[in-house]
């Protein structure tokens, strides 16, 4: 009787053999100074993935003064860990291959370059050849490779000759850099990358556009006038982005179709890119359903804002790393008709939200999602009790340098919610603008790259003096 179990292939093969190569995990830096810095490593990584290079993880994005040849523009670096069949050269003529396919020309080494893609490391293999070496020599010494491989790797080894010596070892001996890497997201072809660690940096006001009929007294919308009436005045008032929703959160409303949902969020997000005074503006869509996001990224939305950062839809992640936008994760449990029974954090409040949120990131990332192209939002009002949204906004700071978490901008949503009310003593939600103006200000203080805020005029203000007094 024929046996299958080690048979062996015409060419003399056995089965086993026939899964083709092992594949090789390495690590590859990323770096470009000219044109579209960001959108060209982008378009690298794109480039490497149809190669059959498979980007897994990526870092942040750190924008860095140049070296040796300091007559020129700011380099923007960063580092992806990726899965591969080829051998190192092979590695290495493939990313050369890249380069030229993006235009590189190589006229000044060390010079201004539209992409620039090293192996840093392969396979924890030691490669020594005229063309290559590997590790790369310039690791220990170059906190613009460093930092991103260190982000990816922090507890791992990088040269196999001394594993006892860690990534996060070599970066903790390099001196202060004379001038500090800033790591950037990018939100939209209209809007400068925000600069999460730049201390220097403005608060970027959000205003909220929620097209619910719970939300009408809040949002003022009641006819088309209106809407545009409400566009335009987010246009003057200086606001640079506007959050679009069609499903209300609240506890104990019912959920909205997904007819309902994209009838009310879509025709906006068409609207605000065709009236003159709105179309430059940044776009999100506040959903947390995909086909939601995939519509509205197609009538032009920028960022995805989902509450449930892609629990509630698993189709959420995969979508948003195929459209390569921005997407903002929020902290919340359960879903909005449970997430008010969720509130005991026996951990601990701040180390639970930044236990959930790191592993947040980490589906996103294993989704596809650069991690330049991830905002985060601790969920005030979201399976939170009204001590534990004040909890939030004094420890904020403490979130964002959170191991893990550092470099990742923030996104703060206090405006007019219920536990402002109970503190005031105010209880109708538009006239909350007083107490709501204390949570921006804690928020800028705590930290906050974006506060999403009803009061766009009176925020903004608030925001402009917060940001004076802290991020001089």
């Given at each position: 009787?024929?046996?299958?179990?080690?048979?062996?292939?015409?060419?003399?093969?056995?089965?086993?053999?026939?899964?083709?190569?092992?594949?090789?995990?390495?690590?590859?830096?990323?770096?470009?100074?000219?044109?579209?810095?960001?959108?060209?490593?982008?378009?690298?990584?794109?480039?490497?993935?149809?190669?059959?290079?498979?980007?897994?993880?990526?870092?942040?994005?750190?924008?860095?003064?140049?070296?040796?040849?300091?007559?020129?523009?700011?380099?923007?670096?960063?580092?992806?860990?990726?899965?591969?069949?080829?051998?190192?050269?092979?590695?290495?003529?493939?990313?050369?291959?890249?380069?030229?396919?993006?235009?590189?020309?190589?006229?000044?080494?060390?010079?201004?370059?539209?992409?620039?893609?090293?192996?840093?490391?392969?396979?924890?293999?030691?490669?020594?050849?005229?063309?290559?070496?590997?590790?790369?020599?310039?690791?220990?010494?170059?906190?613009?490779?460093?930092?991103?491989?260190?982000?990816?790797?922090?507890?791992?080894?990088?040269?196999?000759?001394?594993?006892?010596?860690?990534?996060?070892?070599?970066?903790?001996?390099?001196?202060?850099?004379?001038?500090?890497?800033?790591?950037?997201?990018?939100?939209?072809?209209?809007?400068?990358?925000?600069?999460?660690?730049?201390?220097?940096?403005?608060?970027?006001?959000?205003?909220?556009?929620?097209?619910?009929?719970?939300?009408?007294?809040?949002?003022?919308?009641?006819?088309?006038?209106?809407?545009?009436?409400?566009?335009?005045?987010?246009?003057?008032?200086?606001?640079?982005?506007?959050?679009?929703?069609?499903?209300?959160?609240?506890?104990?409303?019912?959920?909205?179709?997904?007819?309902?949902?994209?009838?009310?969020?879509?025709?906006?997000?068409?609207?605000?890119?065709?009236?003159?005074?709105?179309?430059?503006?940044?776009?999100?869509?506040?959903?947390?359903?995909?086909?939601?996001?995939?519509?509205?990224?197609?009538?032009?939305?920028?960022?995805?804002?989902?509450?449930?950062?892609?629990?509630?839809?698993?189709?959420?992640?995969?979508?948003?790393?195929?459209?390569?936008?921005?997407?903002?994760?929020?902290?919340?449990?359960?879903?909005?008709?449970?997430?008010?029974?969720?509130?005991?954090?026996?951990?601990?409040?701040?180390?639970?939200?930044?236990?959930?949120?790191?592993?947040?990131?980490?589906?996103?990332?294993?989704?596809?999602?650069?991690?330049?192209?991830?905002?985060?939002?601790?969920?005030?009002?979201?399976?939170?009790?009204?001590?534990?949204?004040?909890?939030?906004?004094?420890?904020?700071?403490t979130l964002r340098r959170w191991p893990g978490l550092e470099g990742i901008p923030w996104l703060v949503g206090s405006s007019r919610k219920g536990f402002v009310g109970a503190v005031t003593g105010v209880k109708t939600p538009g006239e909350r603008v007083w107490g709501t103006a204390a949570t921006v200000t804690a928020a800028v203080q705590g930290g906050a790259d974006i506060v999403r805020v009803h009061d766009v005029d009176e925020m903004g203000l608030v925001a402009k003096m917060s940001d004076a007094i802290w991020r001089v």
């Amino acid at each position: 009787m024929a046996t299958t179990s080690s048979a062996a292939t015409p060419c003399g093969c056995s089965g086993a053999a026939r899964a083709g190569p092992r594949l090789k995990k390495a690590y590859i830096a990323l770096g470009s100074n000219v044109g579209d810095r960001v959108a060209m490593i982008e378009q690298a990584c794109r480039e490497m993935d149809s190669r059959g290079i498979h980007v897994l993880r990526t870092s942040g994005l750190w924008e860095t003064a140049p070296m040796y040849v300091l007559e020129q523009e700011k380099f923007v670096n960063g580092a992806c860990e990726v899965e591969t069949e080829l051998e190192p050269l092979a590695l290495l003529d493939a990313l050369q291959d890249i380069e030229k396919a993006l235009g590189r020309v190589k006229l000044i080494d060390k010079g201004p370059r539209s992409i620039d893609l090293d192996i840093l490391m392969y396979d924890n293999q030691k490669v020594d050849n005229e063309r290559l070496q590997v590790p790369h020599v310039g690791i220990p010494e170059r906190e613009f490779v460093l930092r991103p491989l260190a982000e990816l790797i922090p507890g791992e080894p990088i040269d196999p000759a001394r594993p006892w010596k860690l990534a996060q070892d070599y970066l903790n001996e390099l001196p202060p850099s004379p001038e500090p890497l800033t790591p950037l997201t990018p939100l939209s072809p209209y809007l400068a990358p925000i600069a999460a660690l730049d201390g220097k940096r403005k608060t970027h006001i959000m205003g909220i556009l929620n097209i619910t009929p719970d939300s009408f007294s809040d949002g003022g919308i009641t006819t088309p006038e209106n809407l545009v009436e409400r566009l335009l005045h987010f246009a003057q008032s200086g606001a640079t982005m506007i959050d679009v929703g069609g499903q209300s959160t609240s506890p104990g409303t019912p959920e909205a179709t997904l007819e309902e949902e994209l009838g009310r969020v879509i025709p906006v997000i068409k609207l605000a890119r065709k009236l003159p005074q709105t179309a430059r503006m940044t776009l999100s869509v506040d959903t947390y359903r995909a086909a939601v996001a995939e519509a509205a990224v197609a009538a032009g939305a920028d960022i995805v804002n989902d509450v449930s950062a892609g629990q509630l839809d698993p189709a959420m992640l995969p979508l948003v790393a195929h459209l390569g936008k921005t997407v903002c994760l929020m902290h919340m449990r359960g879903d909005p008709r449970t997430m008010a029974s969720l509130t005991d954090y026996p951990e601990g409040l701040i180390p639970t939200i930044a236990t959930d949120l790191l592993a947040r990131v980490a589906e996103a990332e294993a989704a596809g999602i650069r991690r330049w192209r991830i905002v985060l939002d601790p969920g005030i009002g979201f399976a939170k009790t009204g001590d534990q949204n004040l909890e939030i906004l004094r420890e904020l700071d403490t979130l964002r340098r959170w191991p893990g978490l550092e470099g990742i901008p923030w996104l703060v949503g206090s405006s007019r919610k219920g536990f402002v009310g109970a503190v005031t003593g105010v209880k109708t939600p538009g006239e909350r603008v007083w107490g709501t103006a204390a949570t921006v200000t804690a928020a800028v203080q705590g930290g906050a790259d974006i506060v999403r805020v009803h009061d766009v005029d009176e925020m903004g203000l608030v925001a402009k003096m917060s940001d004076a007094i802290w991020r001089v």
